[in-house]
């Protein structure tokens, strides 16, 4: 197992680490049952065109309330990590949904989410995401793919792809040349924590399989938003120790076994 300070390392080299086995399985089998039940998730999601016209779903949560989506947000287990790669204190930013369905999920075209952040009023790139496989994410039904070391780059210019907020293409064909591109698969429960400036992207779902992820992304604090945006500015972030945690998924569980005998 990795220490810490190899995590730190590899995170400042490559601009992203695996973590296998962020959430149990009882706990990705949980949070699987629960969106997939979710009717207001189901209601509330959305579609981006990628370049092809060919649509990702997605729902967007700004707000942490009491479900287990937020909870996971506000796990130590996640949130102390992100801390320790982004040396400082993180708040909750926003986090997300990413629903490709089999044959008919998108594609993500490459692109920085501080290309999408920038615009937000956060002056520098000290920002981050953690991306949760709830299904087994493979080369086929369209898992992550990044350009290791990319984030050293800096910004790049993005405009319009679809729907979608690309960066800038030529750039990007060089950069394809230049760093090693990662298929990120993973299985459920392990996790990709990412740098905001890592250029990444994702293939169509072409397969029989579901790719359904839970991305949580956070801000450093010294990187609070000097404008309001759609994005929070900082707040103090309420994390949840393993036992809060553990709590409020008997809880969740609770729930969801009494809706399924009614």
């Avoid at 997300?96 to 615009?119: M, S, T």
Wanted: aromatic share 8%; hydrophobic share 30%.
């Amino acid at each position: 197992m990795a220490s810490v300070t190899d995590e730190i390392e590899q995170f400042e080299r490559d601009g992203f680490i695996v973590i296998d086995g962020l959430l149990s399985s009882s706990e990705v089998e949980l949070l699987s049952r629960i969106a997939r039940a979710d009717k207001e998730l189901s209601e509330s999601s959305y579609g981006r065109e990628d370049g092809d016209g060919v649509a990702v779903t997605l729902s967007v949560r700004n707000e942490l309330i009491d479900d287990y989506y937020s909870a996971i947000a506000r796990s130590e287990r996640i949130v102390n990590l992100m801390q320790q790669l982004l040396g400082d204190e993180v708040y909750h930013y926003h986090h997300k949904l990413i629903l490709k369905e089999p044959r008919v999920g998108g594609a993500w075209e490459w692109h920085q989410d501080y290309g999408y952040w920038y615009n937000n009023g956060c002056l520098t790139p000290d920002m981050g995401s953690c991306l949760i496989a709830i299904d087994r994410a493979t080369k086929e039904n369209g898992c992550l793919q990044v350009l290791a070391g990319s984030h050293k780059m800096g910004r790049i210019d993005h405009g319009s792809i679809g729907d979608q907020t690309g960066a800038d293409l030529e750039r990007v064909a060089v950069a394809v040349q230049r760093y090693k591109t990662v298929h990120v698969e993973l299985e459920p429960g392990s996790a990709v924590y990412f740098h905001s400036n890592l250029l990444h992207r994702s293939d169509q779902n072409t397969s029989e399989n579901p790719r359904w992820a839970l991305i949580c992304c956070y801000n450093t604090k010294s990187n609070n938003p000097y404008k309001e945006s759609r994005h929070p500015r900082y707040s103090t972030l309420q994390t949840f120790s393993d036992s809060e945690f553990l709590n409020v998924e008997t809880r969740q569980r609770d729930h969801l076994n009494q809706q399924s005998l009614t």
